[in-house]
């Protein structure tokens, strides 16, 4: 490849030569769209050029680009008319490889920032059931509802639950669960009743 690392910008005389140069190459009409006229150049040779850009290599080719600053690097090169428009229309488009990583690390920071967002709402209900719990503990005596035995949990739970549909039961439920209480809180009294029934 005749790679130029100099050249110059057109006039405004010397462009529509430039273009019809082009022109040879690509057809006149393709040769007038601005993504083709906006990288014409000169050599200092006085040889018509195109600048195309591209990204840095990758230090090591399995690196992301979000991994390896370089590769979003911009760098520019002028290439003889024919050899350009080759590079550009090819396969391994330069410009199509930068766009291409442009858009992993755009997808990458969105999916990154989703993450520190899900993270930090997570974190935030943690930190809110966390303060819950502790203003809980205080107003609804945790400390006596833990020495109580899983069967009392059960029925003061249950209690909570209907308390609304069914205040009645909610009472009875409670009375049971309290005859438990005491030095030996293993299981309710015998009902003395058909309790099958």
């Given at each position: 490849?005749?790679?130029?690392?100099t050249w110059?910008?057109p006039?405004?005389?010397?462009?529509p030569?430039?273009?019809?140069?082009l022109?040879?190459?690509?057809?006149?009409?393709?040769?007038?769209?601005?993504?083709?006229?906006?990288?014409?150049?000169?050599?200092?040779?006085?040889?018509?050029?195109?600048?195309?850009?591209?990204?840095?290599?990758?230090?090591?080719?399995?690196?992301?680009p979000?991994?390896?600053p370089?590769?979003?690097?911009?760098?520019?090169?002028?290439?003889?008319?024919?050899?350009?428009?080759?590079?550009?229309?090819?396969?391994n488009?330069?410009?199509?490889?930068?766009?291409e990583?442009r858009?992993?690390?755009?997808?990458?920071?969105?999916?990154?920032?989703?993450?520190k967002?899900?993270?930090?709402?997570?974190q935030?209900?943690?930190?809110?059931?966390?303060?819950?719990?502790?203003?809980?503990?205080?107003?609804?005596?945790?400390?006596?509802?833990?020495?109580?035995?899983?069967?009392?949990?059960?029925?003061?739970?249950?209690?909570?639950?209907?308390?609304?549909?069914?205040?009645?039961?909610?009472?009875?439920?409670?009375?049971v669960?309290?005859?438990?209480?005491?030095?030996?809180?293993?299981?309710?009294?015998?009902?003395?009743?058909?309790?099958?029934?």
């Amino acid at each position: 490849m005749s790679a130029h690392k100099t050249w110059r910008e057109p006039s405004e005389d010397e462009f529509p030569h430039g273009i019809a140069a082009l022109g040879k190459i690509i057809g006149s009409e393709a040769a007038l769209k601005p993504s083709w006229t906006r990288r014409l150049a000169l050599s200092d040779a006085g040889e018509w050029l195109l600048v195309v850009t591209s990204g840095g290599q990758p230090t090591i080719p399995t690196f992301a680009p979000w991994a390896d600053p370089i590769q979003l690097q911009v760098f520019q090169t002028a290439y003889p008319l024919a050899e350009a428009v080759e590079i550009l229309q090819g396969p391994n488009n330069p410009e199509a490889i930068l766009a291409e990583r442009r858009r992993r690390v755009a997808e990458h920071e969105a999916e990154e920032t989703k993450a520190k967002a899900l993270a930090k709402a997570q974190q935030a209900e943690r930190e809110a059931d966390a303060a819950q719990w502790e203003r809980d503990k205080t107003k609804f005596n945790h400390a006596a509802w833990v020495r109580l035995a899983e069967w009392q949990q059960a029925f003061y739970a249950l209690a909570c639950r209907v308390k609304d549909r069914d205040p009645s039961l909610a009472k009875d439920l409670r009375v049971v669960a309290a005859e438990g209480r005491g030095s030996s809180p293993a299981r309710p009294s015998f009902p003395r009743a058909e309790w099958e029934r």
